[in-house]
T-cell receptor
């Protein structure tokens, strides 16, 4: 059974801080890892990672996959209050296009 | 606007009621999904449809009955639900190996 574990469970920081969120996984026939941001409604897609060691970047957010360590990190620099959300990590195996989600990291950014 | 629309946004029902959740995607995707998001638990995949055919039923109780009349519409029929079924029900869609796009969900409360 595929498994995804995220840490920390929750995090409180102040604006301007840098945060690193962690995701580790156990999956049969790994295909890709995805990061989503969920505020009050729909999870919104951030990154899809398939290759180890290649950083993906979007503004202040970046993510990288380590297939040897079966993990990924999501970095947010110069955090803003609008970054407050639950960050979800999910993996996809080659058996299909089903996502297995981790429990999420709840990030709160204080002014 | 994510391109995936779910209705109703909120639903309160008794255990003996019958109701349906609706999902419509305007993205031209060929796969649609139902997920359940409960407090303090990871997002759980319930059902997967590819080209209107159900390809996955993740051990979901029969009181949940999905229907996919075409690639753009997905329903979840509810009957004789239990209090533990109270949750946020999320619909998603995808095309090929591309990331899934989520709707805003239906917040379901069972009295």
């Amino acid at each position: 059974e595929d498994k995804v574990v995220q840490s920390p469970l929750s995090l409180v920081v102040h604006e301007g801080d840098t945060v690193t969120l962690n995701c580790s996984y156990e999956v049969t026939n790994f295909r890709s890892l995805l990061w989503y941001k969920q505020e009050k409604k729909a999870p919104t897609f951030l990154f899809m990672l398939t290759s180890s060691g290649i950083e993906k970047k979007s503004g202040r957010l970046s993510s990288i996959l380590d297939k040897k360590e079966l993990s990924s990190i999501l970095n947010i620099t110069a955090t803003q209050t609008g970054d407050s959300a639950i960050y979800l990590c999910a993996v996809v195996n080659n058996a299909g296009n089903m996502l297995t989600f981790g429990g999420g990291t709840r990030l709160m950014v204080k002014p | 606007e994510t391109g995936v629309t779910q209705t109703p946004r909120h639903l309160v029902m008794g255990m003996t009621n019958k109701k349906s959740l609706k999902c419509e995607q305007h993205l031209g995707h060929n796969a649609m999904y139902w997920y359940k998001q409960s407090a303090k638990k990871p997002l759980e995949l319930m059902f997967v449809y590819n080209f209107k055919e159900q390809t996955e039923n993740n051990s979901v109780p029969s009181r949940f009955s999905p229907e996919c009349p075409n690639s753009s519409h997905l329903f979840l029929h509810l009957h004789t639900l239990q209090p533990e079924d109270s949750a946020l029900y999320l619909c998603a869609s995808s095309q090929g190996n591309q990331p899934q796009h989520f709707g805003d969900g239906t917040r379901l409360s069972i009295l």
